[in-house]
């Protein structure tokens, strides 16, 4: 099962929504600012695991999985 990254505009719409600058995001999940701003860009895809970390360090406790034509989309709920 291939598991689905978060889109440009989702990363960038959660990051604001907890109030994070893009370096506290990326602290947040251990990675330098600039990866996080070319993910925010489209430049670079953000590995699924690591939008799931993001979730959580940002409170979103509530996660889940669904399954969609094979791939394993991450849902906020």
């Not at 993910?39 to 699924?48: C, D």
């Not at 940002?58 to 991450?74: D, E, F, I, K, P």
């Amino acid at each position: 099962m291939e598991h689905q990254s978060p889109t440009p505009d989702e990363i960038r719409t959660e990051r604001e929504s907890v109030g994070w600058t893009p370096s506290g995001a990326a602290a947040a999940v251990c990675v330098t600012e600039r990866a996080w701003r070319n993910w925010e860009a489209g430049k670079r895809k953000m590995s699924p695991g690591l939008w799931l970390l993001f979730c959580l360090m940002a409170g979103r406790t509530t996660v889940a999985y669904q399954t969609s034509g094979g791939r394993a989309v991450l849902k906020l709920v």
